[in-house]
C-alpha cells in the first residue's frame, strides 16, 4: 500500500496553490486553459474508447446495472448518511462536497488496471467505468441539482447544462466520431494519454484552490471538519466494498465479474469529476468541492491494489495448489 506519485503532485500543487494562487488575468489565463485541457481530455476519452468494447460489454447487462446503482444509488444514499451522522464535525461546505464525491462516476483506468491485475474481466470492466463515465456526465448534474448543491451556482441554471455539453460531451462525442480515422494514432500514444489526464487534473485543481484561497477557503475550514474527512471517506470505501461484494455474489456473477463489481462498483473517478466540478460551481466553490474526491482518489488507489493483489494470489493458490504448498 504505497502512497501513489500523484496524490504527492496533487498535494503539491494545492501547497502551491495555499502560497502562490493565481489572480487576475492570470488567473483568467489558466481559466481558459483549464476549459482547452478538458476539451482535450474528453476528446481522447472519446478516441481511446473502442466501440466494439462497448457491444460486448453490452452481454453483462447485470453487471454494469450493479455498477451504475452502487454508484449513482448507493453511494448518494450513503453520503446522506454519513454527512447527518457527521453534521457536528464538519461544515456545512464540506458536507456538500462530500456529497458531490457520492454522485460522479467511477473511474476508468485504475478500475481497468486493478481488475487486470486481480485477474478479473478486463473488457467488462472497460465497458463498465466508460459506461459510468458516460452516465456520469448527465447524471452527476441532476443528482448535484436533487440534492440542492446547485441551487445557489450557475450550476442551477441552463447556461450550466449548455457549458456541460460543450466542454465535456461535444468533445468526447467528436472523438468517437473520428476514432476510425486517428485510431491507429491514438493507440500508439500509450503513456502520453495518462500524461494528459494527470496534467489535466493538476491544471484543474491548481486553478481551482487558486480561486478558493482567495476567497478564504482555508480560513472557513477548521481543523477538526478537515479531520473528520478521514473517516468519513474510509467508511464510504468500506461500505462500497462490502455491498459490492455482497450484492455480485447475491446476483450469482462469475469471480471474473464479481472483481468488476468491486473495483468499478466501489471507485469515484478525480479524472471526470474535478472537470464537472470546474462546470457546476463557481470558481471559489470548486476546490472545496473537489477536497474529499481528492482524498478518496488516494484511499481506493492504496486499498484497490491490495485487494486486487490478495485476488490474485488465491487465484494463483487455487490453479497451483501443489506448487503454493511447497512456496508456503
Known sequence: MKLDPFA?????????ATVLPCRGE?????ALATSIAIGVLFFSHGARLPREVIRAGLLHWRLHLLVLSSTFLLFPLLGLAFTYLAAGFTTPSLRAAVLYLCIVPSTVQSSIALTSLARGNVAAAVCSASLSS?????????????????????GGSLDAVIDISYQLLVPFAAGQLLRSRIRVWVDRQGKRWRLLDQGSILLVVY????????????????????FALVPITILLLSAALLVTWQSSRALGLSREDQIVAIFCGSKKSLATGA???NVLFPAGVVGAMVLPLMLYHQLQLMVGAALAQRYAVRLGRALDPVGSVARD
Open 134 to 154: 458516460i452516465v456520469g456526465v448527465v447524471a452527476t448534474p441532476l443528482l448535484a441539482r436533487v440534492l440542492r448543491l446547485t441551487e445557489t451556482s450557475a
Open 275 to 277: 472537470p464537472l466540478a
Open 8 to 16: 504527492l503532485a496533487m498535494a503539491v500543487v494545492v501547497v502551491v
Open 207 to 226: 486553478t481551482a484552490f487558486s480561486a478558493a484561497v482567495v476567497q478564504g477557503l482555508w480560513r472557513e475550514l477548521p481543523a477538526r471538519a478537515l
Open 26 to 30: 492570470v488567473a483568467r489565463g489558466f
